[in-house]
């Protein structure tokens, strides 16, 4: 079978290295797939997001990889930096649910 | 442009006390939601509001409630505190009419409750 990214709570990255982080999302229905960062003392951030049409998605050092078949979503980040450290949450949401569902979340931190 | 505001930041207040919490969406949008985050728990959707309308509402007891008024300013009010309702209580603000997919979610700071 396909290889699929456990979930880790922690992340350790070198300064410069690139992070991936995964998420397995629980409901097939759902076509809406959003990532958000969250520092200390402030509110989740959006990063980037992805329809279930697609399976790939690029931004500013970001890339979202989206896996319907085994319901994964993942985050890359490239040349990861000191500001990357924080918790990074995936979501979903599924047609007219009006709410999103978060994953776990992921700490990363980022080694100088 | 102003982003989302919640007052106050933080609140202490013992058990059995009532409390609530304000949010104040980025000028134009008509969607508010709310989620509770929690170590345990993580982030838990509360309610969502659009047009002084609840579209859906989390798995939460009948002692969480919320209102959206005309000016799309939110409130939610926890009646009875437990303890286990010490939390960061964040409020997000969307242009979303219709659904979700690409209406981005802005998150305010959130309201940090402490129950003792």
């Known amino acids: 079978g396909e290889s699929v990214g456990l979930h880790l709570p922690t992340l350790s990255v070198q300064e410069g290295d690139n992070s991936i982080i995964n998420c397995a999302y629980s409901n097939s229905a759902s076509d809406y797939f959003i990532w958000y960062k969250q520092e200390s003392g402030k509110g989740p951030q959006f990063i980037i997001d992805i329809r279930s049409n697609m399976d790939k998605r690029q931004g500013q050092r970001v890339t979202v990889l989206l896996n319907k078949t085994v319901k994964h979503l993942s985050l890359q980040i490239a040349a990861t930096q000191p500001g990357d450290s924080a918790v990074y949450f995936c979501?979903?949401?599924?047609?007219?649910?009006?709410?999103?569902?978060f994953g776990a979340g992921t700490t990363v931190t980022v080694r100088a | 442009k102003a982003g989302v505001t919640q007052t106050p930041r933080y609140l202490i207040k013992t058990r059995g006390q009532q409390v609530t919490l304000s949010c104040s969406p980025i000028s134009g949008h008509r969607s508010v939601s709310w989620y509770q985050q929690t170590p345990g728990q993580g982030l838990q959707f509360l309610f969502e509001y659009f047009s002084e309308t609840q579209r859906n509402k989390g798995n939460f007891p009948g002692r969480f409630s919320g209102r959206q008024f005309s000016n799309s300013r939110s409130e939610m009010n926890v009646s009875t505190l437990e303890l286990g309702d010490s939390a960061l209580y964040l409020c997000?603000?969307?242009?979303?009419?219709?659904?979700?997919?690409?209406?981005?979610?802005?998150f305010g700071p959130g309201t940090r409750l402490t129950v003792l």
């Open positions: 979501a979903e949401n599924t047609p007219n649910d009006y709410k999103l569902s």
């Open positions: 997000a603000s969307s242009l979303a009419s219709g659904g979700f997919t690409y209406n981005e979610q802005f």
